[in-house]
T-cell receptor
Framework: QQQVKQSPQSLIVQKGGISIINCAYE??????FPWYQQFPGKGPALLIA?????SEKKEGRFTISFNKSAKQFSLHIMDSQPGDSATYFC????????????FGKGTKLSVKP | ETGVTQSPTHLIKTRGQQVTLRCSSQ?????VSWYQQALGQGPQFIFQ???????GRGNFPPRFSGLQFPNYSSELNVNALELDDSALYLC????????????FGPGTRLTVT
């Protein structure tokens, strides 16, 4: 049973546009929601993360919006650049010393120049 | 600050063989988690090590085993390799306190023929 559902599977955005990736989770006990960026042949890199007591977190061009009642969270990439072209994964965890990450299936983002 | 390193980068093994993958955690981190990432999928949690003991395990058979050493580095061992074990194996390190962010290494690409 997949506990984190991610959409869309792929996304094409023009340079300068806004990229939006959505995730939904099932386990209300999750208390940490990170986003990872992965380039081909590389390991995932932590991009930004949020806890459920905050509705929004912004770091540079990247923003997480979190809706606890709907059990949904999303990543917004403002002013998308060709260098942002990568696969993005949302994840969730119970945190603590046993915080194994449960990942979505990923979104392949292509930013066209 | 030294990041997470993994060795080897690539590995080709034959079905039925055994393999050992290695991971050095990021400086200051005492917890190591291993993930399997099949092509086109999100990483799947294998197990986590803290204080040289297994501290949580995902849905993987016992032929997947690990070790953590006093310097917090870790090994992943897989016995009786199967074709479906072909994947990118990722190691992530973290602290067992504080924000619990997990930082991934570049991975080891295992091909089983």
């Amino acid at each position: 049973q997949q506990q984190v559902k991610q959409s869309p599977q792929s996304l094409i955005v023009q340079k300068g546009g806004i990229s939006i990736i959505n995730c939904a989770y099932e386990n209300t006990a999750f208390d940490y929601f990170p986003w990872y960026q992965q380039f081909p042949g590389k390991g995932p890199a932590l991009l930004i993360a949020i806890r459920p007591d905050v509705s929004e977190k912004k770091e540079g061009r990247f923003t997480i919006s979190f809706n606890k009642s709907a059990k949904q969270f999303s990543l917004h990439i403002m002013d998308s650049q060709p260098g942002d072209s990568a696969t993005y994964f949302c994840a969730a965890t119970l945190g603590g010393s046993q915080g194994n990450l449960i990942f979505g299936k990923g979104t392949k983002l292509s930013v066209k120049p | 600050e030294t990041g997470v390193t993994q060795s080897p980068t690539h590995l080709i093994k034959t079905r039925g063989q055994q393999v050992t993958l290695r991971c050095s955690s990021q400086s200051g981190h005492n917890t190591v988690s291993w993930y399997q990432q099949a092509l086109g999928q999100g990483p799947q949690f294998i197990f986590q090590y803290y204080r040289e003991e297994e501290n949580g395990r995902g849905n993987f058979p016992p032929r997947f085993s690990g070790l953590q050493f006093p310097n917090y580095s870790s090994e992943l061992n897989v016995n009786a390799l199967e074709l479906d074990d072909s994947a990118l194996y990722l190691c992530a390190s973290s602290q067992n306190w504080g924000p619990y962010e997990q930082y991934f290494g570049p991975g080891t690409r295992l091909t089983v023929t």
